[in-house]
């Protein structure tokens, strides 16, 4: 029998990984971190491929949040708990850029209690960008002391950091992590980060309850401005890892299935998820909250019900963004690298109503006991007129109109957001109110400085809506209507 391999232990002894949502400054906010925690999870599960099995995602109790606007003792505690005050210990923390002020509490706070611990920082908000003037959001964290390196894109360079290099992060050379150079004080580092490798799909949520959010592909190829996830690497997921992580969360009693794919419905995934559904046919599952491009419906309509059934998909969620073309191209929305012209939005518009009514049809032939939902969302602008605002509010009626108890029809509106990275904060640079997310605030630690980062988009808004995040708008257009008309110029 041939001798164990034994491995040198690496220097890190812990890893804690968590997420800004999951802190607030206003303790009756509820936390808001589900969609990150499986970048975490993600992270967590490329450990102990590897060979690390030490890693901790800190969650809180029952859905509330840290609290951060009082004593933090709680917070100390919940950290030293996972082991961040044991000598190695590295911090994993991820934030958007809604939740990037939470960073300014949470790291000086962590510094403070355990003053030998690694932060590095990921999420959606750490990326490179040169725009004339301002800051770059990696130099800002690293600079001002919130992390002792970023990493943007996926999170190769943080399993690498920790298993390959031991928490010697001077070692560090993978694509996407970036440091402080220790004499010249500027950051290093290059491109953005790999998936990592896992052994397992991963995936957030309660299994118990019958119900998890994972991610199967991710590769959207409409380069659209607002998002920022275009250019991003896709994850190299293979169809054994996925089938195989899909039927063993089957068999563990999951049953719902919610998918964070970009585009799923992209004919170049075709085969891929033919061939995963194939290995799982006949299980009791199911899909929700699948992303459905209007523009897959075109030349692919039929298909595209066909899969949506096949895969049993029965809640849709659905870009509507503009209604007409002026907006479109003030958003930068497109299709395969196209700004969606009036002739292809009209189309959408019309493939809509049809898959409606196809999904309808299906259910009742089918007579299926669960209702289909298509959750249609748009987006407003600061830009709009008063002919465009009136044509989305139309459009919207003519859609709540087509609504039934057993295909549900609902409406989403968020403002236009020009998050870091996307060529829609380059090209609005001159008509937004950036402030290079340097926290300087003379009104107390409650005031995200995203909140003017994205001025006029969040104070238009607040204006018309009385709140800042995306909202469902079923039972609310009626005040919506009379509100934007009123906000904007005759």
């Known amino acids: 029998m041939a001798p164990a391999i034994i491995m040198p232990q690496p220097d890190v002894s812990s890893v804690i990984l968590a997420s800004t949502g999951d802190f ?26 590897e060979g690390f099995k030490d890693a901790v995602i800190l969650k809180p109790h029952a859905s509330r949040p840290y609290d951060l606007s009082g004593g933090s003792s709680a917070v100390v505690d919940a ?28 790291s000086p706070l962590l510094r403070r209690a355990f003053p030998g611990v690694q932060i590095v920082l990921g999420g959606a908000h750490v990326v490179r960008e040169r725009i004339a003037g301002f800051a770059d959001p990696v130099e800002a964290a690293l600079g001002m002391g919130l992390a002792d390196a970023a990493v943007c894109g996926h999170a190769q360079g943080f399993v690498d ?13 993978t694509p996407g992590f970036y440091q402080l150079d220790p004499v010249y004080h ?28 994972t991610m199967l592909a991710d590769q959207c190829r409409n380069g659209c401005d607002f998002c920022f996830i275009t250019g991003r690497r896709p994850p190299n997921l293979t169809v054994d890892i996925v089938a195989c992580g899909l039927g063993a969360m089957l068999r563990e009693g999951v049953h719902t299935f919610s998918l964070t794919d970009s585009n799923p419905f992209l004919p170049h995934l075709d085969d891929f998820y033919r061939e995963i559904f194939d290995r799982i046919e006949g299980e009791d599952r199911s899909l929700k909250a699948v992303y459905l491009d209007p523009s897959a419906l075109l030349k692919n309509f ?16 659905a870009g509507r963004d503009a209604v007409l073309e002026e907006d479109a191209r003030v958003i930068g929305t497109k299709y395969l690298g196209k700004i969606k012209d009036q002739h292809t ?31 249609l969302s748009y987006i407003t602008t600061p830009f709009m007129t008063r002919d465009s605002a009136l ?24 403002a236009l957001m020009p998050y870091p990275g996307t060529a829609l904060r380059a090209r609005l640079a001159d008509a937004i109110d950036l402030e290079d997310f340097d ?25 018309v809506t009385h709140r800042d995040a995306p909202m469902r708008l079923d039972d609310y257009l009626p005040h919506f209507e009379d509100a934007i008309l009123r906000y904007l110029p005759r």
């Not at 950091?161 to 050379?173: A, N, P, Q």
């Open 186 to 213: 500027k950051v290093v580092g290059r491109g953005t980060g790999f998936y990592p490798r896992v052994g397992r799909l991963p995936s957030s949520g309660d299994a118990g309850e019958g119900e998890v959010i």
């Open 391 to 414: 044509a989305m509010l139309d459009d919207m009626r003519e859609f709540l109109d087509l609504s039934t108890p057993e295909m549900e029809v609902g409406l989403s509106v968020q």
């Open 439 to 463: 926290f300087d605030r003379d009104d107390g630690v409650g005031i995200s400085p995203w909140k003017r980062d994205a001025c006029p988009s969040l104070r238009f808004m607040r204006e």
């Open 24 to 49: 607030e400054l206003d303790p009756a906010r509820p936390a808001d971190a589900a969609s990150e925690h499986l970048g975490l999870e993600t992270i967590k599960e490329a450990l102990i491929t």
């Open 345 to 375: 939005l009209d189309e959408e518009k019309t493939a809509l109503r049809n898959f409606i009514g196809a999904m309808l049809l299906r259910r009742r032939k089918a007579s299926a006991a669960v209702p289909r939902k298509l959750t």
């Open 161 to 173: 950091l920790v298993v390959k290099h031991r928490g010697r992060r001077e070692d560090v050379t």
């Open 302 to 317: 039929y298909r595209v019900v066909e899969r949506a059934e096949r895969y049993g998909c029965w809640y849709f969620y």
């Open 79 to 106: 950290f030293r708990s996972a082991g961040a005050a044991e000598s190695g210990a590295v911090m994993g923390i991820s934030t958007t850029s809604s939740r990037y002020h939470v960073l300014a509490v949470l």
